[in-house]
């Protein structure tokens, strides 16, 4: 079991530009949630897809958004970049019927620098 | 809006010594809490995660505990080593399949 995986490991951008990001879910979970994580802090929720739809959204802008295709695997795109945009992006999967533990799977996330 | 507080920000201490680490919620009402650890730069590795209807886990020598009425959980490490150096996150659930809310962390350095 290759757990989440994410790519690409860093990226450089310059302001402005335009980002994807992607992540392949843990095998067997179908919902896959991103997370920014800005130096010194804590991950904050961005979204979370389950069959192909955005189910839940976090306090971010229309700029950051994203796709989950038939497989399962998702992509975070983020548009018109800002300095403030620098951080790690981790992705997360778990399953979509909410066993008991409930319990979410990171990936080792993708570095983004913009300059 | 539930708001994760880990206490203390950053902690050093010498090899062999157990150690306690702590996160506050403000709203009682959780699914679950998870533990998590994070190397520098990496991503997280899950540890241990409580139920809302638990009062502690245990794995090796890791001990959550949990206490939901007062909005605390505790991450206790026996005997720490140099290897358990790393950011320690606590991030508590609303519900199922809803987002985790995470503090900002420990940062811990076990000494040689």
């Known amino acids: 079991d290759a757990g989440v995986t994410q790519s690409p490991t860093h990226l450089i951008k310059t302001r402005g530009q335009q980002v994807t990001l992607r992540c392949s879910p843990k095998s067997g979970h179908d919902t896959v949630s991103w997370y920014q994580q800005a130096l010194g802090q804590g991950p904050q929720f961005i979204f979370q897809?389950?069959?192909?739809?955005?189910?839940q959204r976090g306090n971010f802008p229309d700029r950051f958004s994203g796709h989950q295709f038939p497989n399962y695997s998702s992509e975070l795109n983020v548009n018109a970049l800002l300095l403030g945009d620098s951080a790690l992006y981790l992705c997360?999967?778990?399953?979509?019927?909410?066993?008991?533990?409930?319990?979410?799977?990171f990936g080792p996330g993708t570095r983004l620098t913009v300059l | 809006k539930q708001e994760v507080t880990q206490i203390p920000a950053a902690l050093s201490v010498p090899e062999g010594e157990n150690l306690v680490l702590n996160c506050s919620f403000t709203d009682s009402a959780i699914y679950n809490l998870q533990w998590f650890r994070q190397d520098p730069g990496k991503g997280l590795t899950s540890l241990l995660l409580i139920q809302s209807s638990q009062r502690e886990q245990t794995s090796g020598r890791l001990n959550a505990s949990l206490d939901k009425s007062s909005g605390r959980s505790t991450l206790y490490i026996a005997a720490s080593q140099p290897g358990d150096s790393a950011t320690y996150l606590c991030?508590?659930?609303?519900?199922?399949?809803?987002?985790?809310?995470f503090g900002k962390g420990t940062r811990l350095s076990v000494i040689a």
């Open positions: 991030a508590v659930r609303r519900s199922g399949n809803t987002p985790l809310v």
């Open positions: 897809y389950y069959e192909e739809e955005e189910r």
């Open positions: 997360a999967s778990s399953s979509g019927l909410a066993p008991p533990r409930d319990e979410q799977f």
